[in-house]
């Protein structure tokens, strides 16, 4: 997983005082180093094909998987506990979605996510619905001990996460939304960044994200905001938009840091979710068009999309 440049990357851009000399698009932030190291990320996905694992929802399972195929990586899907934690060695990162539950996986997630915390295992979590349900809300608790490296979700369930980890007061927090969001990015700013926080305090090189998708994307590594406009509102009309980024996000993952990471799978999916929706009639060709422009976006065309930060 480590080379020099993928090294570089992991530290330059968590120094501000590396990058806050001069005004840039990023306000005092000079983004070079960060584009520099998002385009290495892509690069390294098409060309060392890494594997990220998933344990995740029925429902999106195959977008999922060819997604990860589609952006350069590879894919396993897995529920069982022993067989998860024995691939997750040969697994770069691994992408765990509570979707749709079964009432063994109250004990079997738990489970695998203390496997990674123990082996310093990175994982990305989307907390799918979360604020619904007595078990889900148990599975995502049982996180806290054991906390993923990224958290990747709308910003209805980042509020929602943050909150069940007291994170946040609950008269900050929405009501819970199904799958769907009810809350705008903008609302979850301050949850996400405390999210990431906690996330990089419990990592163990101090290194995390929380990505939170919406009209305009956010990511945050506890210290910056990223902004990420663009995408397509067509991405909300087919299943799994969302699934299919947090594994991508885990294939990133597997190759680069976590901010990185973060960053790469969301400016490809902004791009590609633009090609598509030019091309696509409809939601069923406009699934079509997604992954074909996941697979055709160039590492420079990723890493030259607008970001702002702040
Ligand atoms: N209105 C929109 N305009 C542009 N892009 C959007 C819009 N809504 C969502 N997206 C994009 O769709 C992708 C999925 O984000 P979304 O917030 O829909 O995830 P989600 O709610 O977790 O989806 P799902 O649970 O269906 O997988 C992201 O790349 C995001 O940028
Ligand atoms: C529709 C749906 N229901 C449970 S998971 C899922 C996929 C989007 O999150
Ligand atoms: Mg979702």
Not at 101 to 109: G, H, R, T
Not at 122 to 144: C, N, Q, S, Y
Request: hydrophobic residues 45%.
């Amino acid at each position: 997983m480590s080379n020099d440049s993928h090294v570089h990357c992991g530290t330059s851009i968590h120094h501000p005082t590396e990058c806050a000399d001069e005004q840039h698009e990023g306000g005092s932030l000079d983004l070079a180093p960060l584009r520099e190291c998002i385009a290495q990320a892509v690069r390294d996905v098409k060309s060392k094909t890494p594997l990220a694992q998933s344990f995740t929802n029925f429902v999106t399972i195959n977008l999922v998987a060819n997604a990860q195929l589609a952006a350069g990586g590879t894919a396993a899907m897995s529920f069982l506990p022993d067989d998860v934690i024995d691939t997750a060695a040969i697994s770069g990162a691994d992408y765990i979605n509570v979707g749709t539950l079964l009432p063994f996986y109250k004990d079997a997630l738990p489970q695998i996510a203390r496997a990674f915390h123990k082996n310093g295992h990175r994982w990305v979590l989307d907390p799918v619905a979360a604020g619904i349900g007595k078990t889900r809300t148990e599975i995502l608790r049982a996180f806290r001990a054991a906390p993923p490296t990224i958290v990747r979700g709308n910003a209805s369930e980042i509020i929602a996460l943050a909150t069940m980890w007291g994170l946040i007061s609950p008269d900050e927090a929405s009501r819970p939304a199904g799958v769907e969001s009810v809350d705008d990015v903008d609302a979850a700013v301050g949850p996400a960044k405390k999210l990431a926080q906690f996330l990089a305090d419990a990592a163990p090189d101090h290194q995390a994200a929380v990505a939170v998708s919406g009209a305009v994307d956010l990511v945050t590594d506890g210290a910056q905001v990223y902004r990420l406009p663009g995408g397509s509102a067509l991405m909300a009309k087919i299943t799994g938009a969302g699934c299919s980024l947090g594994g991508v996000t885990a294939t990133y993952l597997a190759v680069a840091e976590p901010l990185t990471a973060a960053l790469a799978a969301s400016l490809l999916y902004n791009r590609a979710g633009e090609i598509a929706e030019a091309k696509a009639e409809g939601p069923g060709s406009f699934q079509v068009h997604l992954l074909d422009a996941l697979w055709n976006l160039t590492p420079e065309q990723v890493s030259s999309s607008p970001i702002t930060v702040g």
